[in-house]
T-cell receptor, first 113, second 109 residues
């Protein structure tokens, strides 16, 4: 069974460019979560999606960040007009829902020059 | 979100048991106690979770106090691979995970 897959694993962008991070959940999982880990800091929740719906985006910055989880295909975290402060590791997790644990991907490390 | 308190760091000798404590005095009746760990340069990994009774799985055991205000993650025989940051998290159902600072566990060969 394939686990959560994230790509790219490393992404370098210049200030002002767009970053698109992809997450393919475990097959059959309909719940996806995105977390961000800034350098030398803890993991912070960003957004929780359940197939085509955003359930909780309380941790998502109001500007420049958006997320989607379409009916077909991976979940996408999109960051427009990146700034140096967006440099971080972004982790995606998936779950079948209910009381099941979240399965995390290996992360995408975004560096903004 | 209910808060947990963990020591910043702990050390243990290889092949000895490790007891990682967590205090959660404001836990609510529906909160489960979850433990995750994050190995260096990797995503977090689920370890174990429980509600009221002690739990065992292939990775660890979870001992929960009778009043549920504290719990202890037990690694029965630590290996170098167990060096990680361990997070104790309260939650229910599909809720987001709220990570604190966790306990950085160092294993001494």
């Amino acid at each position: 069974n394939a686990g959560v897959m994230q790509n790219p694993r490393h992404l370098v962008r210049r200030r002002g460019q767009e970053a698109r991070l992809r997450c393919s959940p475990v097959k059959g999982h309909s719940h996806v979560y995105w977390y961000r880990q800034l350098p030398e800091e803890g993991l912070k929740f960003m957004v929780y999606l359940q197939k085509e719906n955003i359930i909780d985006e309380s941790g998502m910055p109001k500007e420049r960040f958006s997320a989607e989880f379409p009916k077909e295909g991976p979940s996408i975290l999109r960051i427009q007009q990146v700034v140096r402060g967006d440099s971080a590791a972004y982790f995606c997790a998936s779950s079948p829902g209910g009381l099941h644990e979240q399965f995390f991907g290996p992360g995408t490390r975004l560096t903004v020059l | 979100d209910a808060k947990t308190t963990q020591p910043n760091s702990m050390e243990s000798n290889e092949e000895e048991p490790v007891h990682l404590p967590c205090n959660h005095s404001t836990i609510s009746g529906t909160d489960y106690i979850h433990w995750y760990r994050q190995l260096p340069s990797q995503g977090p990994e689920y370890v174990i979770h429980g509600l009221t009774s002690n739990v065992n799985n292939r990775m660890a055991s979870l001992a929960i106090a009778e009043d549920r205000k504290s719990s202890t993650l037990i690694l029965h025989r630590a290996t170098l691979r167990d060096a990680a940051v361990y997070y104790c998290i309260l939650g229910f159902g599909n809720e987001k995970l709220t990570f604190g600072t966790g306990t950085r566990l160092t294993i001494i060969p």
